[in-house]
């Protein structure tokens, strides 16, 4: 399991207004693209200096293509990245944070101490 | 040397700016009595009549990243760009560019260096809401020349909280030794009790009052040992997940000092989190006598940064 992959797909697509509707529209696509083109990325280099062993497991691909932040929540993802990600793309479809208390209630079933989130 | 104008520690509320400018339907209901407060509290910085602004606060992972993460960062540049694309996307932040001091962000790094804080720095450094939202609240011309600090309270492993107060003290001390007839304004941003991404997010009050409550003592009364006896890297989790920066509360308690009651205390019970404003004057109320000794002691300003350095040992 890559909790710094998880974070680091979070952060780029968090910070580029494009990839945010993309991810939104066809998240399957989407992580699919991004493992294929953009998980080795060194994010301050030229694009021919690639990291070479990066890669999601099975159950990251598929919690990210489900858009299913308890569950990237449970592995550890960076809640911050998760929830920053997750309000730009679905707070535009509810009420005054009415998003914001409804993600947090699916998850009302998590205690302390919480899944370390250290990568 | 330089003179500390004024010491503040602030929480930083990135909807306070919407909130502030909304009107109509749009303006919520407690937001009235919020800028009634944000301008008290300004006030508390406009009466100093600062020079230069050094800016404590914590990059929220925008250009600090996983792949290469300082724990405590100095920005020196002649100008910082202010605020991104996330923060104008989900909180209506507007953009900015302050001026840098460089000189005191060189000396803050030498300094740092020789009294063991290994400060990494920045020649190109886009600063974030930790430090626009309290130019935002206490300084909204943007005009003065800052020295940004970041901190590490958000991507673990994170230095422990007696080392955020080590560098309080220090940062103190570097600023007070700066060779520079310049008034200084220490600012620092942080949280109380607070959650996000987790199931306490955005409750009714912040997720811990009473964690809250005792956090206000704690910074007001310039309790340091008191805080530092409950507050662990590991009792941080349970007043909430992002509880962390209250780390940066503690660094400015360092500033102040301990025992050091603030002159300023004022905090404001929101939803999601509680905010929360401080305001020390060591040296004195401006206007009832500058340089003049509270409480009887001697004037920290007036004592020399070799003394400084010998009573604070090797704590740091």
């Given at each position: 399991m890559s909790k710094y992959l998880l974070d680091k797909f979070l952060y780029t697509v968090d910070r580029d207004p494009d990839l945010v509707e993309r991810y939104r529209e066809d998240p399957a696509g989407t992580v699919a693209w991004w493992e294929a083109e953009m998980a080795n990325t060194i994010l301050n280099c030229t694009p021919a200096e690639r990291t070479t062993w990066l890669s999601f497991t099975d159950a990251e691909r598929t919690a990210l293509r489900g858009h299913d932040h308890v569950t990237l929540f449970e592995m550890g993802a960076h809640p911050f990245l998760t929830l920053t990600l997750f309000i730009a793309m679905f707070e535009r479809d509810h009420g005054p944070l009415e998003y914001q208390k409804a993600y947090g209630k699916a998850m009302e079933h998590l205690s302390l101490p919480y899944p370390d989130i250290a990568t | 040397m330089a003179e500390i104008a004024a010491v503040i520690a602030s929480?930083?509320?990135?909807?306070?700016?919407?909130?502030?400018?909304?009107?109509?339907?749009?303006?919520?209901?407690?937001?009235?009595?919020?800028?009634?407060?944000?301008?008290?509290?300004?006030?508390?910085?406009?009466?100093?009549?600062?020079?230069?602004?050094?800016?404590v606060g914590s990059d929220h992972f925008h250009q600090l990243w996983l792949d290469n993460m300082p724990q405590f960062l100095v920005g020196k540049a002649p100008f910082f760009d202010g605020n991104w694309y996330n923060e104008e996307r989900e909180f209506g932040l507007p953009r900015m560019t302050l001026r840098g001091q460089e000189d005191l962000a060189a000396h803050i790094l030498r300094d740092g260096l020789d009294r063991d804080f290994?400060?990494?720095?920045?020649?190109?450094?886009?600063?974030?809401?930790?430090?626009?939202?309290?130019?935002?609240?206490?300084?909204?011309?943007?005009?003065?020349?800052?020295?940004?600090?970041?901190?590490?309270?958000?991507?673990?492993?994170?230095?422990?909280?007696?080392?955020?107060?080590?560098?309080?003290?220090?940062?103190?001390?570097?600023?007070?030794?700066?060779?520079?007839?310049?008034?200084?304004?220490?600012?620092?941003?942080?949280?109380?009790?607070?959650?996000?991404?987790?199931?306490?997010?955005?409750?009714?009050?912040?997720?811990?009052?009473e964690f809250d409550r005792k956090a206000v003592e704690w910074i007001a009364s310039g309790d340091i040992d008191g805080c530092l006896a409950e507050?662990?890297?590991?009792?941080?989790?349970?007043?909430?997940?992002?509880?962390?920066?209250?780390?940066?509360f503690m660094l400015m308690m360092g500033v102040a000092g301990e025992g050091q009651k603030a002159d300023h205390v004022d905090s404001f019970d929101l939803f999601h989190t509680m905010e929360a404003y401080f305001t020390w004057y060591p040296n004195g109320v401006p206007g009832e006598g500058a340089g003049r000794e509270r409480d009887g002691r001697v004037s920290i300003a007036a004592r020399s940064a070799s003394e400084e350095r010998s009573e604070s040992g090797g704590e740091q």
């Open positions: - | 929480t930083h509320h990135p909807f306070y700016y919407r909130a502030s400018t909304s009107t109509g339907a749009d303006r919520p209901p407690f937001a009235d009595e919020w800028v009634a407060k944000i301008e008290r509290f300004r006030e508390t910085l406009t009466r100093a009549e600062p020079d230069v602004l050094v800016m290994d400060l990494a720095f920045s020649n190109e450094l886009r600063i974030d809401h930790s430090i626009t939202c309290p130019i935002i609240t206490l300084r909204p011309q943007a005009d003065l020349p800052i020295v940004p600090i970041y901190t590490n309270i958000f991507a673990p492993p994170l230095p422990q909280p007696r080392r955020f107060v080590a560098l309080g003290r220090a940062i103190r001390q570097m600023v007070e030794s700066w060779e520079s007839d310049q008034r200084v304004a220490i600012i620092g941003t942080g949280h109380l009790s607070l959650e996000l991404g987790g199931p306490r997010q955005f409750g009714e009050h912040g997720p811990d009052p507050v662990s890297l590991e009792s941080l989790h349970a007043p909430g997940n992002a509880t962390h920066g209250f780390m940066d």
